[in-house]
């Protein structure tokens, strides 16, 4: 079945680490995101990409980075220089503005 | 800028009414509007998706609605059922590579 697979779905980070978050595609869509889900402040986004080796930040990039090596993958860490990661991330891919997107199944991510 | 307005934030409605969920946004240049539900801790699954040269869309008991020029559309749901209890997102584009949400409406089905 063609769709988006996150890994892991529970994630627990120490203050000062860094953590890398998994999205994989099997959809050939060219375009993924990353967002993130707080309680009362909806989903916001972090990074996108159109194409393989490129990428563009979102509203919220800072203590975020990316990478786009594969059509397929689109990881996103988490980097101690991110204040508050606590939070749902969920990833999503596009294969055109006109399609729609589809959504994982999410990272909830907490630090302790 | 694109702005997504969900009301109400929350419904709870008996078992078997029909009802009726309302997105609006600022920008009429869209290119699509997607409804999307979350049940709590899930990711999101994809409802319904209204392109923008369309004015509706159906899929069994959901029917989704697109008005442009008034920045608004519509989520109905036919006879509720409590499985259709869940947070439900419309979303929409600015430009072509970013989507905008809504905060949502919490709908509660009671049996």
């Known amino acids: 079945d063609g769709g988006i697979t996150q890994s892991p779905k529970y994630l627990f980070r120490k203050e000062g680490q860094n953590v890398t978050l998994s999205c994989e595609q099997n959809?050939?869509?060219?375009?993924m995101y990353w967002y993130r889900q707080d309680p009362g402040q909806g989903l916001r986004l972090i990074y996108y990409?159109?194409?393989?080796?490129?990428?563009q930040k979102g509203d919220i990039a800072e203590g975020y980075s990316v990478s786009r090596e594969k059509k397929e993958s689109f990881p996103l860490t988490v980097t101690s220089a991110q204040k508050n990661p606590t939070a749902f991330y969920l990833c999503?891919?596009?294969?055109?503005?006109?399609?729609?997107?589809?959504f994982g199944s999410g990272t909830r991510l907490t630090v302790v | 800028k694109q702005e997504v307005t969900q009301i109400p934030a929350a419904l709870s409605v008996p078992e078997g009414e029909n009802l009726v969920l309302n997105c609006s946004f600022t920008?009429?240049?869209?290119?699509?509007l997607q409804w999307f539900r979350q049940d709590p801790g899930k990711g999101l699954t994809s409802l319904l998706l209204?392109?923008?040269?369309?004015r509706e869309q159906t899929s069994g008991r959901l029917n989704a609605s697109l008005d442009k020029s008034s920045g608004r559309s519509t989520l109905y749901i036919a006879a509720s059922q409590p499985g259709d209890s869940a947070t439900y997102l419309c979303?929409?584009?600015?430009?072509?590579?970013?989507?905008?949400f809504g905060q949502g409406t919490r709908l509660t089905i009671n049996p």
């Open positions: 999503a891919s596009s294969p055109s503005p006109l399609y729609g997107y589809t």
């Open positions: 959809l050939n869509h060219d375009a």
């Open positions: 990409s159109q194409i393989v080796n490129d990428f």
């Open positions: 920008d009429s240049a869209i290119y699509n």
């Open positions: 209204i392109q923008s040269s369309q």
């Open positions: 979303c929409t584009t600015q430009g072509a590579q970013k989507l905008v």
